[in-house]
């Protein structure tokens, strides 16, 4: 396997998107998946006020605890220079404006990958 994108263009002067980076490591699909769990996690940490647990994660969302795990498993695939989501939040939470999960989802795929946190 190739190395991961992020790998590839460290040091290049043109900044990579935050949905470039995760498509090119994990694919279309798993890639969304992942930038939709970064979104959803920081508007967690927001309500929450702390990062949130998986278990918390998936009450926030509705959602089942094994399908809280599948999406942090595509983030881990799609951002391996990454254990959380928190430093790509904290880099990009505050231009996604919307605290609408798919409209936030959408502003995140065009915003810059921060290249610090390769």
Not at 49 to 68: F, N
Request: charged share 20%; with cysteine.
């Amino acid at each position: 396997m190739s190395r991961p994108l992020s790998q590839r263009v460290a040091g290049r002067a043109a900044r990579q998107t935050v949905a470039v980076v995760a498509i090119a490591n994990a694919g279309v699909r798993q890639g969304a998946r992942a930038c939709a769990f970064v979104v959803c996690w920081g508007i967690a940490s927001e309500r929450l006020g702390h990062d949130p647990s998986m278990v918390e994660y998936a009450e926030v969302w509705g959602e089942s605890v094994a399908t809280a795990y599948r999406e942090r498993d595509a983030f881990k695939v799609a951002f391996p220079m990454l254990v959380d989501p928190a430093p790509l939040w904290a880099e990009v939470g505050a231009r996604v404006r919307s605290r609408d999960r798919a409209v936030a989802t959408a502003e995140l795929f065009g915003l810059p990958f921060p290249m610090e946190l390769v």
